[in-house]
């Protein structure tokens, strides 16, 4: 059974950074790509990065590109998506995903705000 376990949220500033983790289990994490999402209220969820099962290359939404990065380590099952520069408009609830899978994890809230 596929579990996804997000963390890493919470309120910041505009500018400031946050790094997500998410801890996956129930599959062999290293043999699939590995994606970040986000849902604003009253929004559709986006795909937000998309990393490959071996790490690179990787993907990224056009409101994002050069201000996230996403990271994986296979030894510890774990996706990273480190935020800088944050912006009023990346609040949202952050899930990550196993590619291809109808998988869901709790997510993580990401507010900023002044």
């Known amino acids: 059974q596929v579990q996804l376990v997000e963390s890493g949220g919470g309120l910041v500033q505009p500018g400031e950074s946050l790094r997500l983790s998410c801890v996956a289990s129930?599959?062999?994490?290293?043999?699939?790509?590995m994606r970040w999402y986000r849902q604003a209220p009253g929004k559709e969820r986006e795909l937000v990065a998309h990393?490959?099962?071996?790490?690179?290359?990787?993907n990224y939404a056009s409101a994002v590109k050069g201000r996230f990065t996403i990271a994986r380590d296979n030894a510890k099952n774990t996706v990273y998506l480190q935020m800088n520069s944050l912006k009023p408009e990346d609040t949202a609830v952050y899930y990550c995903?196993?590619?291809?899978?109808?998988?869901w994890g709790q997510g993580t809230q990401v507010t900023v705000s002044s």
């Open positions: 995903n196993v590619a291809g899978r109808d998988s």
């Open positions: 990393i490959t099962l071996t790490g690179s290359p990787t």
């Open positions: 129930g599959f062999l994490f290293s043999a699939y790509a």
